[in-house]
């Protein structure tokens, strides 16, 4: 694989590839006489397996993108499998699925019952990992900005239109505020990052619940538009007097400012890893796993934070890609999960870690489980 930057990895989204080698397959002795299944030599994930395709193909999400790069070059090294990720955005992550022109799909959002009905095919939504969306800004001197649910919401509704606004001010005791007008950058492609932040718009603001609403791509009544996270990063950086929303890796590789928020219990807390994880304790997990944990209620919790997921049919024709997805899925909510927070995300919360596991086990090809019991 070339070497290049991270970012680059992720504008190209290029594919990881490696010859995958032979496994010995062993009789399962519960299956019929004569029949063979995916063993111990393919589950637990330990290295290649021969039941297993060699080559998937997804596409989505861009805010797990950082650590799906990486979780797909140790995915290779240790059992030889391509994985073609794409990241153009979770609106395209659905539509791809949807028209079943890719094997699984990225989404930070979970799909909605009409979304569900149009894909003609049962869908399995699973959490892979947890991060944060976050006010970017790029104001020159101040280092630290602190925004209320009625500031952020007023400047996204366009009702608040210079840096110092009475109700910025108000935030901020103590600190001086440039009289410049805000650009305010939004998200042009369909977005999970959006969906995330209009969700935790519209559970602060009823106006914005009214006149705007939730979804990953909607009609923002003022800014600029720009193309994936790194698009917005990009513009926040090289824009005066800008704000934007991302997930919080790619202001921290674009070395911008991101702002404390106040959240449901009325503290001002940091975007820190430890504050996503607690946005999710607690919560009950409805049978499909879709669950929004924005404006957590926990005096610690990060209020826009969200878990992102994989989107697999329930059912795989090709019961070798099968195999070769749930073995995938599997590695990266347990081993990959070690990367998760030196690239900027929270690891599973255990409870989030069992729910996972039992979709992944519940994948079939032709009916029948693509993992075995063991």
């Known amino acids: 694989?070339?070497?290049?930057?991270?970012?680059?990895?992720?504008?190209?989204?290029?594919?990881?590839?490696?010859?995958?080698?032979?496994?010995?397959?062993?009789?399962?002795?519960?299956?019929?006489?004569?029949?063979?299944?995916?063993?111990?030599?393919?589950?637990?994930?330990?290295?290649?397996?021969?039941?297993?395709?060699?080559?998937?193909?997804?596409?989505?999400?861009?805010?797990?993108?950082?650590i799906y790069t990486k979780w797909i070059d140790e995915y290779n090294k240790l059992t030889g499998v391509q994985i073609n990720y794409q990241a153009i955005g979770s609106?395209?992550?659905?539509?791809?699925?949807?028209?079943?022109?890719?094997?699984?799909?990225?989404?930070?959002?979970?799909?909605?019952?009409?979304?569900?009905?149009d894909a003609r095919a049962a869908l399995f939504h699973i959490p892979m990992v947890m991060g944060a969306v976050v006010p970017t800004y790029n104001i020159a001197g101040l280092a630290k900005l602190q925004l209320t649910p009625e500031t952020l919401s007023g400047i996204y509704l366009g009702t608040i239109r210079t840096w110092n606004d009475a109700k910025i001010a108000a935030d901020n005791p103590g600190v001086t505020l440039p009289g410049a007008s805000i650009t305010v950058v939004f998200r042009s492609d369909g977005s999970g990052t959006t969906g995330v932040f209009t969700d935790y718009l519209s559970k602060i603001s009823a106006e914005w619940k009214s006149k705007v609403g939730s979804a990953t791509s909607v009609n923002f009544p003022i800014g600029i538009g720009a193309k994936g996270n790194d698009g917005v990063a990009g513009a926040v950086k090289s824009t005066p007097n800008s704000i934007g929303y991302v997930e919080l890796i790619y202001a921290l590789q674009q070395?911008?400012?991101?702002?404390?928020?106040?959240?449901?219990?009325?503290?001002?807390?940091?975007?820190?890893?430890?504050?996503?994880?607690?946005?999710?304790?607690?919560?009950?997990?409805?049978?499909?796993?879709?669950?929004?944990?924005?404006?957590?209620?926990?005096?610690?919790?990060?209020?826009?934070?969200?878990?992102?997921?994989?989107?697999?049919?329930?059912?795989?024709?090709?019961?070798?890609?099968?195999?070769?997805?749930?073995?995938?899925?599997?590695?990266?909510?347990?081993?990959?999960?070690?990367?998760?927070?030196?690239?900027?995300?929270?690891?599973?919360?255990?409870?989030?870690?069992?729910?996972?596991?039992?979709?992944?086990?519940?994948?079939?090809?032709?009916?029948?489980?693509?993992?075995?019991?063991?």
Not at 91 to 117: N, P
Not at 263 to 291: C, H, M, Q, W
């Open 1 to 66: 694989m070339k070497t290049r930057s991270l970012f680059a990895i992720l504008i190209a989204a290029g594919t990881l590839a490696a010859a995958c080698g032979g496994a010995a397959v062993i009789p399962n002795p519960t299956t019929s006489a004569g029949a063979t299944a995916a063993t111990s030599a393919c589950f637990p994930v330990r290295g290649k397996c021969a039941e297993e395709a060699t080559n998937l193909t997804g596409s989505g999400a861009t805010f797990p993108a950082v």
């Open 91 to 117: 609106g395209g992550g659905i539509k791809a699925i949807t028209e079943k022109s890719v094997d699984f799909a990225g989404s930070d959002v979970a799909m909605t019952d009409q979304q569900l009905s």
């Open 255 to 374: 070395k911008l400012g991101t702002a404390t928020m106040r959240n449901a219990a009325g503290k001002f807390v940091e975007p820190t890893l430890d504050a996503v994880t607690v946005s999710a304790a607690g919560v009950t997990y409805p049978a499909d796993l879709r669950i929004s944990v924005t404006n957590a209620p926990d005096p610690a919790a990060w209020p826009i934070s969200t878990f992102t997921y994989v989107l697999t049919f329930a059912d795989v024709g090709d019961k070798a890609k099968g195999l070769a997805m749930a073995r995938y899925f599997w590695w990266a909510t347990h081993d990959g999960q070690q990367y998760a927070k030196d690239l900027g995300y929270a690891p599973l919360p255990k409870d989030a870690q069992t729910k996972a596991e039992e979709k992944i086990r519940l994948i079939t090809s032709g009916g029948q489980p693509v993992l075995p019991k063991s």
